[in-house]
């Protein structure tokens, strides 16, 4: 098979395609200004910005193929009419065992959606709203994903600060129809998993995700929006100030090209990306049919941690959460510190004692309190306005940096260096 | 050592005493009137009432060596105050690793109890309040205490219906502080449970203990209440009445002697007692420090199945339940047909189907609501109370009393059989 160009034989090899093209591109639009890509990255950006299009999300023979040959040759191999026969044979030399039968039909959905003028509509939109891509190889790729195996995303729209894919995380999930009990109990969790440094991931949706999102907003922690449409456009609407939120100081990311529907396949799909990131899953509140069972299952199925937070048994919005424990083997999990345990973070520093109001932990939030929102204060400014020892002020710090919750600030020449609060 | 006869050379063989002996003796009783007793049985009877009084609840030591050598020649060796080296050496011969200062305390705390006039009033006192007494060996001793092995209780002192000690029972405990949701959950699980033919085993405290023993009352379901004091003794004093419903209907025991008061050991000790006659263990509402930890602690080390209900985590009263889930392996319930399956009942006859009201369950009611709280009523007369047709109360009929909630009432030369409703 003859090597292919994907910028220049598929999509017209155009500047202004070029420079879109380098705009949208996580790898290179963190310098600032659009530079300029060269023919071998803008084509595998091109072959997997149009296998966004081409296939649903999780197609196993997709993620078959483009293991097998690569992103681009696959892309050929579609566009060349090559026979379902040959592309089977091709997977059995590689050791899949897909049918003839899968193969043929997959090849059949694809060409159906194989349309030039759409991916240059795409790249368009995503530059317009900001978007940028990530594909495997990437830097910030998380390569959790590959664990997904040929169910694994072929890229990820992102609109945010993409460094937040290598980021320690939890999911945080559970019901639309949250109750007073799940939002309170979702929140307090979720600050204490915030203040541990941990990054939350959840679905943007209604109840128990909005109150992930938001608590992880309002503590200034992380947090990233994992959705089941295009990364631009906000589902549920509402949401849409939310989402705008989250992009501006965490990051929305979905694996469906700009302006797509969710549908009720995609947030399946979606909710093995949410597993699939994290080291953990939470479900705070979920009823039997909740989508986050789904979530739970696709994270039970990777081996991910699994927790869920009991309730009254008297409550159908806790009864999913029962399932989970008794069925699934979820950890039961009913404060903060089980909930860190559960994210893997070791409380070796120790501000999660049994006793809620340890000293250790008081001085971390006095310490933190005395620190204001923008700028930054010296030791002996954080001293005062905590009325702690200086000492004690030092000594909370180097906890609080080791956490990632403060930083020095940056500066020149000064003796007495200063200190500041983390934003993410 | 030659042998002894305990009544006559240490309790006087009077007519009186044997008398009162023999309507104490729970495998005389059921005869209605007052018996002889053999010399052999008044002797094991008096020698187990003796240690009864003499060593407290699950004494190691007393238990090692009544094993070893009887509870008569038990008894002697401790009367002959024959040195601790001896007695050291005897339960050595057994296979005992008990230690020689470990004996010689303990033969020390038994000679100071061992008061021949005291016995004596204990079985007056038990005479007097209707109590009998059930030892080792006796049908209705329960073979689940052997368990216990050298902490297995001496004798039960109790006051109701003796072959209860021989059903299949499951142990509903819980806070003395119960909720309205603990109250709730516990009346509905009670309620299942009582249904599917279970004797509920509780401990008469305030709280969810009370909730329990109610329920299977009200359901005219078996109920054992093991209390910490003496079996004739109400305790907490306002639950008189409770007690005296619950000996009147189903069965109250103790392995104190008679009036004794009860003490923080004593309840300790009596959770083990609570524990180890029941198939399995089930905490509906518990605190952190609850006394329903202690009886769950010695569920699972007999390896009895232990369940517990959960609730928020945002209340202290379940905080206990959690702990049992998380750290004893308790299994979590959250209905009537997880809590059967715990206790170990098939469903086989299908009463809990996931539908909480199917057809089959609602007959069952009717079937019982057109049956007399007393008196008995025939087939066709049921049928026109329960506005079902004969061929379906016959085989709902044949399910309830398979279940043990429904009797052929005795008759002689009638050609229509008559029903009526199990009294336990």
Do not use: F, N
């Given at each position: 098979m003859s090597p292919i160009n994907i910028f220049g034989d598929v999509i017209p090899a155009d500047a202004r395609i070029e420079r879109l093209l380098a705009q949208i591109d996580g790898a290179h639009a963190e310098l600032g200004e659009p530079a300029t890509l060269s023919r071998e990255r803008a084509n595998i950006l091109l072959a997997r910005i149009i296998w966004s299009r081409s296939c649903d999300p999780g197609d196993g023979v997709a993620g078959s193929l483009i293991a097998a040959v690569g992103a681009e040759d696959a892309l050929h191999l579609v566009m060349r009419s090559v026979s379902p026969q040959h592309v089977t044979a091709l997977l059995r030399e590689h050791g899949s065992t897909i049918s003839a039968r899968a193969v043929a039909e997959a090849l059949g959905r694809w060409e159906q959606r194989l349309k030039q003028p759409e991916t240059i509509l795409d790249i368009e939109r995503a530059a317009?709203?900001?978007?940028?891509?990530?594909i495997p190889g990437d830097p910030n790729w998380p390569a959790q994903f590959d664990e997904l195996d040929q169910h694994a995303p072929t890229m990820l729209w992102c609109r945010g600060n993409l460094t937040l894919l290598r980021s320690t995380a939890i999911s945080v999930v559970g019901a639309r129809a949250a109750t007073g009990y799940g939002t309170h109990i979702t929140a307090e969790l979720v600050q204490g998993l915030s203040e541990a440094g941990l990054t939350i991931?959840?679905?943007?949706?209604?109840?128990?995700?909005?109150?992930?999102?938001?608590?992880?907003?309002?503590?200034g922690a992380p947090t990233i929006a994992i959705v089941a449409g295009g990364a631009d456009r906000a589902y549920p609407s509402p949401h849409a100030p939310l989402l705008d939120r989250i992009a501006a100081e965490g990051l929305v990311c979905a694996e469906m090209i700009p302006d797509s529907a969710p549908t009720k396949w995609r947030f399946l799909q979606r909710n093995r990306l949410i597993a699939a990131l994290s080291g953990a899953t939470l479900v705070t509140e979920a009823g039997v049919r909740s989508g986050s069972i789904n979530t739970a299952g696709h994270a039970a199925q990777l081996g991910r941690a699994l927790g869920a937070v009991p309730g009254a048994v008297t409550s159908a919005t806790s009864a999913g959460c029962h399932r989970l424990m008794r069925e699934y083997g979820a950890e039961m999990i009913t404060n903060v510190r089980e909930a860190c345990e559960l994210a893997g973070v070791s409380d070796e520093l120790q501000i999660f004692a049994d006793e809620p109001n340890t000293r250790e932990r008081e001085w971390q939030r006095r310490v933190r309190d005395a620190l204001p929102l923008r700028g930054s204060r010296t030791l002996a400014e954080i001293a005062t306005a905590a009325g702690l020892a200086p000492h004690q002020v030092r000594g909370v710090l180097a906890e609080l940096e080791l956490l990632g919750r403060v930083h020095r600030a940056d500066q020149t020449g000064d003796a007495s260096p200063k200190w500041r609060l983390a934003r993410h």
């Open positions: 317009a709203a900001g978007l940028r891509v990530v991931v959840s679905g943007a949706a209604y109840g128990i995700d909005a109150v992930a999102h938001r608590t992880a907003l309002a503590a």
